[in-house]
């Protein structure tokens, strides 16, 4: 069986995780949905679509132990027509994630699936230590840079 035209073969450069990419754009933007001084914990909801595609995550954020904050939504396709791309909710906003979430939800299938990939999935992301954020944006600019090349 061949592989789908729209995924990288194995020979290919070493692929990128979606799971990580998702992870390491939310670390890049920590302090946005996050406050400095303040330790939390963010979940990213992943949901898919008809296309085994994430189609639709939820950014949750949680500052004390039970209290989750919806920080906002992205859609990658909506069934009404209406906006798709990030919206976030009262007082979060981040224009680097949003931006970052374009482009890996515009390249998904460039990427590694999430693990059990159609089944919907949770990426929880605790206070990242300063390595994790030299790690979150070395995943990211790797990914830039390949899909340049690509």
Avoid at 81 to 86: A, D, H, N, Q, Y
Avoid at 89 to 114: G, V
Wanted: proline share 5%; charged share 25%; glycine share 6%.
């Amino acid at each position: 069986m061949s592989p789908s035209p729209n995924r990288r073969s194995s020979t290919d450069a070493p692929q990128h995780s979606f799971a990580r990419l998702l992870k390491s754009a939310v670390v890049l933007n920590w302090t946005d949905l996050i406050s400095a001084g303040e330790s939390g914990v963010v979940h990213v909801d992943c949901r898919f679509g008809h296309d085994e595609e994430v189609d639709h995550l939820t950014i949750w954020v949680a500052t004390q132990r039970g209290e989750w904050r919806l920080a906002g939504e992205y859609f990658r396709s909506h069934p009404k027509g209406s906006v798709t791309g990030m919206k976030f909710e009262d007082e979060y906003r981040s224009e680097k994630l949003a931006c970052t979430l374009d482009t890996i939800f515009e390249h998904q299938r460039s990427f590694a699936p999430l693990p059990n990939a159609g089944r919907d999935g949770l990426i929880e992301i605790e206070q990242p230590t300063s390595r994790e954020r030299r790690v979150a944006e070395n995943a990211i600019a790797s990914m830039l840079r390949s899909l340049q090349q690509g």
